[in-house]
Each structure stands twice: as C-alpha cells, then as structure tokens.
C-alpha cells in the first residue's frame, strides 16, 4: 500500500539520504519486493504502488449491508530512486527529483536510526542534510524562474507581480536554510502551486529503528514524526496473518507501518474519510477537512454537485448500531442537511441530486 481532491488516491513520496531503509519501508508498506540500494548507490527511476487504506469503519458498514462491492480509499506510495551523492551534478539530480516527486501531496523523510556497515546512526544530522538538500533544490527552481523574470522585464515584459513578490520572499527564506512549509503564504500560494516545490509540501520525519533500539530525540521543525522499525515491519508484512499476530505482540508492534504511516499522511494533509453505503456499494472517500456538503458530492461525481439538493447524513457507528437507514429515520439520526454542511470524519452521507 504521492493526493489529489477529487480526490483518487492520496499521493505520498518516501525519500531518503542512502541507505536510510526507505525502499525497506516501502516494501513493508506495498507487499512489494523493489530493490534494495547499497550506501551511495546511485539508482535511477521509481518503485511505484498503490494500497488499500486499512478502515475498520468501512469493513463494519460493509458487513451491515453485504454489498456487490467494496471500494477503499487509497494511497499512492512512490519511492524516488534518486539518491542524494556528492559525486553527481546537482542539475541532473535536480530533474528528476523534481519530476519524481511532483504529484506528490506530502513527503515521507526517512532517517535512520539503526547501525549500517559498523557505522552508528545519526539521524539529527541525517534529517538536517536531507533538508538541506531539499532546500537548495527549491532554490535553484526559484533562482531559475526570477532570472525569467528579470530577463523578460528588461524586454518590456512586465513579470506577474504577485509570483514575483512571492518568489523574492521564497528566495529569502531558502537562502536563510528555512523550508517553505513554514510559511503557508508561500506554501499555499496558488501563483506558485505549479512549481511543486519540495519543501512546501507536509512532511512526515518516518524514524526508522533498529530491531531493539531505542528512539533518540529528535527536533523536527512543522513536521509529523513517526517512529517504526522498518525491517521488522517487512518482515510482518511478509507473514500469514495469524503467525504476524503473534509475531506482532512479541515485538510490541501493536499497529502496522501501514495503519501508522497512512494516519500520519492524513493528519499531515488534514483529510478525512465519508462514506457511500448501500447493497450495490459501499465505498470511502477522501477529502479536506472543511470540505461542504455540495464539494464532498462533486468528489463522488460532478452531476451530484451540480444537481445537489440536500444530503442525508448519519455517524457509520449510529448506523451499524440501529441496522438500517429506515431504523435510523425512526430514531432521528438520519438528518437532512444543507449545501454548506461540514462533512465530518465518519459521516455516511446520501446525495439527492436532480441532472
């Protein structure tokens, strides 16, 4: 198991500095079995997958109405081949980081905190190069673009003012060594949202320890961390379910990777999860926090926004609870609401819509 609203599958990137583990998490997370690479090896290209996020709430939904068909929310995990190396131009590196990553929504940094080759993790430094790359690669992408700018203003070309105040704004944070996250008018600017860039993205620091280590602190600045043991954790994956139970509690695992890091990707991107209920279908879907009741409906099809008339909400736990939709009616659970409703976390929602 890189997001987009509308919404298909949540988009994630995992990177990393060498042999951080990374493409350990990702086959951990994806059941797949991409190619491992050594320290300062230097691959190209991606490792690509897309998995069904674990939801209890619509396994129980779904066993209320046994439906034909049961369709999760999903994540697209992408593992960028492209490793940092000192030996490599940095032009070069900086294409295809940035192509790989682009559809990216939010970024997995993997750091390790496990002993490799007889050399023993130091992942505050680990973290602050892995940043520190980043941040030069969005500089040059900024640096590129102002001399665009400047180029065409002395043609007579007068430069968008709003990107290019940005842009100088962005320019100033980067060269201080500070990604563009924390400053969410940059970091959300639509004037500059199709320049992708990777430290305007939500990150997720992944600590990846070894099988009995202990987590060291760590600072992270205006990031989610997350702590798992990576090679454990594919280990697990590649169990039977019942002997990765007991594997599981002799550990202390007590969540998968999967379960963790996907909750994690969503806190990051603040997404929540409703869903559509009934005996042909019973399916999640992924939005925004704050997302309306007419928004959420154009995300199941756009003839719904469109046409919207009204929703019917009712809580999934309200409705596995009373056993039908006619049950909760009787109750007064099943409410009629509005265009501008706040779909919440957990709401099974009905659209009524006319074409």
């Known amino acids: 198991m890189p997001i987009f609203l509308g919404l298909g599958a949540m988009k994630i990137g995992i990177i990393g500095l060498p042999g951080s583990g990374k493409t350990t998490i990702f086959n951990a997370l994806t059941g797949r079995g991409a190619e491992l690479s050594r320290a300062g090896a230097w691959h190209r290209g991606t490792n690509l997958a897309v998995v069904q996020v674990p939801d209890a709430r619509l396994s129980a939904l779904a066993r209320l109405f046994n439906p034909s068909k049961i369709t999760p929310a999903t994540v697209e995990f992408v593992d960028v081949a492209v ?12 294409e295809e980081l940035i192509a790989a990553l682009r559809p990216a929504q939010a970024l997995f940094h993997v750091v390790r905190a496990f002993d490799l080759a007889g050399l023993p993790p130091q992942p505050q430094a680990d973290l602050d190069r892995l940043e520190s790359e980043l941040v030069i690669t969005d500089l040059i992408s900024v640096e590129r673009r102002l001399e665009r700018l400047e180029k065409d203003a002395k043609r007579g070309k007068r430069p968008p003012a709003r990107e290019y105040e940005l842009l100088l704004k962005a320019r100033e944070m980067l060269e201080a060594g500070r990604p563009l996250r924390l400053d969410r008018e940059i970091s959300e600017a639509p004037e500059l949202k199709g320049f992708a860039f990777l430290t305007a993205k939500p990150v997720v620091v992944v600590l990846n320890l070894g099988d009995e280590a202990e987590a060291p602190s760590l600072k992270v600045e205006a990031a989610a961390l997350v702590v798992i043991r990576g090679a454990l954790e594919l280990e697990v994956s590649q169990l039977p379910s019942e002997e990765a139970e007991v594997f599981r509690k002799e550990y202390g695992l007590y969540e998968s990777a999967v379960d963790h890091l996907i909750q994690a990707g969503y806190r990051v991107l603040d997404l929540i999860s409703f869903f559509t209920a009934g005996e042909k279908e019973v399916r999640a879907w992924t939005i925004r926090a704050g997302t309306t009741a007419v928004k959420a409906a ?5 003839d719904m926004e469109r046409g919207f008339i009204r929703a019917e909400v009712i809580f999934w736990e309200d409705l596995v609870r009373l056993g039908s939709y006619q049950a909760a009616r009787e109750e007064g659970l099943l409410r009629l609401e509005g265009r501008d409703y706040i779909v919440q976390d957990g709401d099974v929602v009905i659209f009524r819509f006319k074409v």
């Open 298 to 302: 154009g995300a199941v099809h756009s």
């Open 83 to 94: 490793e940092f190396s000192e030996d490599k131009a940095r032009d070069g590196r900086l």
